[in-house]
Structure formats: structure tokens, C-alpha cells
Antibody, heavy 122, light 107 residues
Framework: QVQLVESGGGVVQPGRSLRLSCAAS????????MHWVRQAPGKGLEWVAV????????HYAESVRGRFTISRDKSENTLYLQINSLRPEDTALYYC???????????????WGQGTLVTVSS | EIVLTQSPGTLSMSPGERVALSCRAS???????LAWYQKRPDQAPRLLIY???KRATGVPDRFSGSGSGTDFTLTISRLEPEDFAVYSC?????????FGQGTKVEI
């Protein structure tokens, strides 16, 4: 079955960087769009970024554009999120998420990892 | 971006009751591409409904979705103990995809 396992979270100081990873298995990674979604403490879900199924396109939320970079390694079936210039408001549980439909068709998110916690604090 | 407003923020219910959760969009949702997710404590969100009214794989038929345009509803016909959770709507027809703030269904 589909498995998404995030790693790389931790406690970091403001202004520092972090790279999150998501190991994917149980499906053809190269045919599905993949996203990062976060949830700050006591807040709702917030979409962060998407990597198109073939890696050709990426898009970002306004709140993270220019600081976050999403990428994927097709050979390793792994999704990444490089986070630079961390801010306290980036503190959240970060989920790796898969599209329901393949090949870029408009889709909701059908599989979610358990999340990795990023805490930005001095 | 499309803002989704869910109401009410919290609902106090009893097992066996019927509940209807509202999700209102600030503008029409393209293609009625509207989903509902369930979030239990210490668990990942779970897709329940997509394309406004289609049940995701494995979702019990007591869950149903309806609506179009700017007004959508998630209905749970008979609450089971495991249904007490937070429910969030999401539109994915326009970029960026956006979520509502969630409705908590509590005992």
C-alpha cells in the first residue's frame, strides 16, 4: 500500500535552514503530483508547495515563495523540501501528500504521511 | 485566492445523531473541485469526499457530500464514536489550493 514517511524536522534557530525528506513507496512516484502541506499549532491546514508528477513544474504558497524549494529524486522515490531563512511562523507539522489522480489531472490529496515537526525558536 | 469558511467552529453531538457541516467559498469553486478531510488526534488527515460528492475508497456510506458553486455540505447520517474529529474542506480547482479552518465535532 501507499506509504509516505517524512523526516528531517527538528528545533532550529530563526534564519537557519532545514531539509525535509519524504520517502514514498507503494505507487508509481513518477506519475503523481506531490505536495507539502503544513499545520501550525492550533491552526488549520495550509498548502505549501507542489511538484508536478514529472518534476517539470513547481508552485509555492505566497508565504514561502523565495525561501522554500520543493524537489524530487525520481530514482530514490523521494520528495524534498528545502527550507531557508526559517521564521517562527514556519513552526508547524509538515505533511508529505500525494495527488489522488495521476499525470497532473486536477486532484485532491488522497495519501498523507504522519508528518515531521519543525520548530523555529531561539 | 479562494477563502473557505466553515461553520460552525465546534459542534457538540451525540452518537447516532445526524450532522451537517457547512463550507462556504469566497468565489465559485471551479469544477466543484471540493474535498472533505477528517483529522483525528495524532493521525494524518484522511480524504473522505472529493469532487464535492464522491466518496473516497473505504469511506463508509454514512458520509456524504453535496453542494456546488460556493456552498457545500458534508453530512454524517449517524455519528459513530470514531467520527468525533475535526473536518476540513479544501478547494483544489484554483491555485493555490486552500483549506477551511475546520469544524470540530465533539461529544
Amino acid at each position: 500500500q501507499v506509504q509516505l514517511v517524512e523526516s528531517g524536522g527538528g528545533v532550529v534557530q530563526p534564519g537557519r535552514s532545514l531539509r525535509l525528506s519524504c520517502a514514498a513507496s507503494g505507487f508509481n512516484f513518477n506519475t503523481y503530483g506531490m505536495h507539502w502541506v503544513r499545520q501550525a499549532p492550533g491552526k488549520g491546514l495550509e498548502w505549501v508547495a507542489v511538484s508536478a508528477y514529472d518534476g517539470s513544474n513547481t508552485h509555492y504558497a505566497e508565504s514561502v515563495r523565495g525561501r522554500f524549494t520543493i524537489s524530487r529524486d525520481k530514482s530514490e522515490n523521494t520528495l524534498y523540501l528545502q527550507i531557508n531563512s526559517l521564521r517562527p511562523e514556519d513552526t508547524a507539522l509538515y505533511y508529505c501528500v500525494k495527488d489522488l489522480r495521476a499525470y497532473g489531472r486536477t486532484a485532491p490529496f488522497d495519501n498523507w504521511g504522519q508528518g515531521t515537526l519543525v520548530t523555529v525558536s531561539s | 485566492e479562494i477563502v473557505l469558511t466553515q461553520s460552525p467552529g465546534t459542534l457538540s453531538m451525540s452518537p447516532g445523531e445526524r450532522v451537517a457541516l457547512s463550507c462556504r467559498a469566497s468565489q465559485s469553486v471551479f469544477g466543484n473541485y471540493l474535498a472533505w478531510y477528517q483529522k483525528r488526534p495524532d493521525q494524518a488527515p484522511r480524504l473522505l469526499i472529493y469532487d464535492a460528492s464522491k466518496r473516497a475508497t473505504g469511506v463508509p456510506d454514512r458520509f456524504s457530500g453535496s453542494g456546488s458553486g460556493t456552498d457545500f455540505t458534508l453530512t454524517i447520517s449517524r455519528l459513530e464514536p470514531e467520527d468525533f474529529a475535526v473536518y476540513s474542506c479544501q478547494q483544489y480547482g484554483s491555485s493555490p489550493p486552500t483549506f477551511g479552518q475546520g469544524t470540530k465535532v465533539e461529544i
